[in-house]
């Protein structure tokens, strides 16, 4: 069943190539179709939405409703959302959406993310948007699941049995979920046809990048045997990678039980830098995206309070290297259009919160006081 793996975790995310290809899979032309066919902005298909398509682009705002690791899948996506459809889009925790009360109306589109399609909150956050008189939108790995029967519509993830309890496959999945969507409703636009072009042209490169990254296990193994004994460890990044930090820090809380966390690097100064020390471990996200200058004066200025860096960066960033010199470890990876570079830089830091679990001699795939699905609230 673990297909000579030791764990779920370690196969599911080692399989991630090839689930990413299953979820795009009779859903996006890789090829650019030549200048003059008909069907040149039609490059997404998602069945689930076909007939919905036009009610969701009219819509006044898009609610995002999900937990945990689906949460950060939405988070990830969310700006590709909002560049695509141009409406605004707000992201629930669906207990808090539920302890608020929180307003929906007629004109929203709710989407509910949930690799189980079981989990209570969420179901229950859907009763009650449902109730309210939106359309309901689900997005989930299970087929028959409570979410995808009772949501007007939706896609299905297609990734595959995810049986480790810690979230890998699905989270990869479930950002280039939404990003296809986004793409979808975004068909008829002109301006944006360029841009959604890089993106799908990128989709297809994408498996091929995610194989390429798994080859960084063995010094991820290298990595969480230095970082095995740490008390703490945190993650800072900021734009697409917010989502990439919560992500990271959620895995190797849950499964290595080292408390861990992710911060908006752009919060870093009202908080945050007053635990940074020479003993504290911080991993930082500065591939290159809109934020790069950004993220390079938070490492300047977490390296003046001589933390131990690890810099996950873009190969051949010459930029990058200097850093090196001062000590700073750097996790190199692939580069990609930066709404999807979140699929990729997740990886190392999957690998990561393996090694350190397993290292630590402690269950990876069922970890202490967790469930696979959480069906009560
Ligand atoms: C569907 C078939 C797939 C087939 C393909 C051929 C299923 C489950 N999928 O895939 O086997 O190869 O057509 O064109 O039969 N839905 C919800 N809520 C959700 C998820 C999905 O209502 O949370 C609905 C969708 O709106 C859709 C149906 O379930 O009506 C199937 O969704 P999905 O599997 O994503 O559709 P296709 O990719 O078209
Ligand atoms: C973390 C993890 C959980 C789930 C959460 C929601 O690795 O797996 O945080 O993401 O319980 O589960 P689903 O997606 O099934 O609704």
């Given at each position: 069943?673990?297909?000579?793996?030791d764990?779920?975790?370690q196969?599911?995310?080692?399989?991630?190539?090839?689930?990413?290809?299953?979820?795009?899979?009779?859903r996006?032309?890789?090829?650019?179709?030549?200048?003059?066919?008909?069907?040149?902005?039609?490059?997404?298909?998602?069945?689930g939405?076909?007939e919905?398509?036009?009610?969701i682009?009219?819509c006044?705002?898009?609610v995002?409703?999900?937990?945990?690791?689906?949460?950060?899948a939405?988070l990830?996506?969310?700006?590709?959302?909002?560049?695509?459809c141009?409406?605004?889009?707000?992201?629930e925790l669906?207990?808090?959406?539920?302890?608020?009360r929180?307003?929906?109306?007629?004109d929203?589109t709710?989407?509910?993310?949930?690799?189980?399609?079981e989990?209570?909150?969420?179901?229950?956050?859907?009763?009650y948007?449902?109730?309210h008189g939106?359309?309901c939108v689900?997005?989930?790995?299970?087929v028959?699941s409570?979410i995808?029967?009772?949501?007007?519509?939706?896609?299905?993830?297609?990734?595959?049995?995810?049986i480790?309890?810690?979230?890998?496959?699905?989270y990869?999945s479930?950002i280039?979920v939404?990003?296809?969507?986004?793409?979808?409703?975004a068909?008829?636009?002109i301006?944006?046809?360029?841009?959604?072009?890089t993106?799908?042209?990128?989709l297809?490169?994408?498996p091929?990048k995610?194989?390429?990254?798994?080859?960084?296990?063995?010094?991820?193994?290298?990595?969480a045997?230095?970082l095995r004994?740490v008390n703490?460890?945190?993650?800072f990044g900021?734009?697409?990678?917010?989502?990439?930090?919560?992500e990271?820090?959620?895995?190797?809380k849950?499964?290595?039980?080292?408390?861990?966390e992710?911060?908006l690097?752009?919060?870093?100064?009202h908080?945050?830098?007053?635990?940074?020390?020479?003993?504290?471990?911080i991993v930082?996200?500065?591939t290159?995206d809109?934020?790069?200058?950004?993220?390079?004066?938070v490492i300047q200025?977490?390296?003046?309070?001589d933390?131990?860096?690890?810099i996950?960066c873009?190969?051949?960033d010459?930029?990058?290297?200097?850093y090196?010199?001062r000590?700073c470890k750097?996790i190199?990876?692939p580069?990609?259009?930066?709404?999807?570079?979140p699929?990729?830089n997740?990886?190392?830091?999957q690998?990561?919160?393996?090694?350190?679990?397993?290292l630590?001699g402690?269950?990876?795939d069922?970890?202490?006081?967790?469930?696979?699905?959480?069906?009560?609230?």
């Amino acid at each position: 069943m673990k297909g000579g793996y030791d764990h779920f975790m370690q196969k599911e995310i080692h399989e991630q190539p090839e689930s990413l290809l299953q979820t795009m899979r009779g859903r996006v032309q890789f090829q650019r179709p030549a200048v003059g066919n008909p069907y040149l902005t039609q490059r997404i298909k998602l069945g689930g939405l076909v007939e919905h398509g036009a009610t969701i682009r009219r819509c006044r705002r898009i609610v995002l409703v999900a937990c945990g690791t689906s949460y950060h899948a939405c988070l990830a996506a969310r700006q590709t959302l909002e560049e695509m459809c141009e409406v605004p889009v707000s992201l629930e925790l669906a207990s808090d959406f539920l302890d608020r009360r929180c307003p929906i109306f007629r004109d929203d589109t709710c989407v509910f993310l949930s690799q189980s399609g079981e989990t209570a909150d969420t179901l229950r956050a859907l009763e009650y948007a449902k109730a309210h008189g939106a359309l309901c939108v689900g997005v989930t790995n299970t087929v028959g699941s409570a979410i995808s029967r009772m949501t007007h519509c939706g896609v299905h993830l297609n990734a595959g049995y995810e049986i480790g309890v810690a979230s890998t496959k699905a989270y990869t999945s479930q950002i280039i979920v939404i990003t296809m969507m986004a793409l979808q409703l975004a068909e008829d636009s002109i301006a944006k046809r360029e841009r959604r072009d890089t993106i799908i042209d990128e989709l297809g490169q994408l498996p091929g990048k995610v194989r390429r990254v798994l080859m960084l296990d063995s010094a991820m193994r290298d990595l969480a045997e230095h970082l095995r004994s740490v008390n703490s460890l945190l993650f800072f990044g900021r734009g697409y990678n917010y989502a990439t930090v919560l992500e990271a820090a959620l895995k190797v809380k849950e499964v290595a039980l080292i408390h861990s966390e992710g911060m908006l690097a752009g919060e870093m100064k009202h908080g945050p830098l007053a635990l940074v020390d020479k003993h504290m471990p911080i991993v930082v996200i500065a591939t290159r995206d809109g934020m790069y200058k950004k993220m390079e004066s938070v490492i300047q200025q977490l390296l003046a309070r001589d933390a131990q860096l690890y810099i996950v960066c873009n190969e051949n960033d010459e930029g990058m290297k200097q850093y090196e010199d001062r000590g700073c470890k750097l996790i190199q990876v692939p580069e990609t259009v930066d709404c999807l570079q979140p699929v990729i830089n997740i990886v190392p830091l999957q690998l990561l919160s393996y090694h350190l679990t397993v290292l630590r001699g402690l269950n990876v795939d069922q970890p202490r006081n967790l469930a696979k699905s959480v069906t009560v609230s």
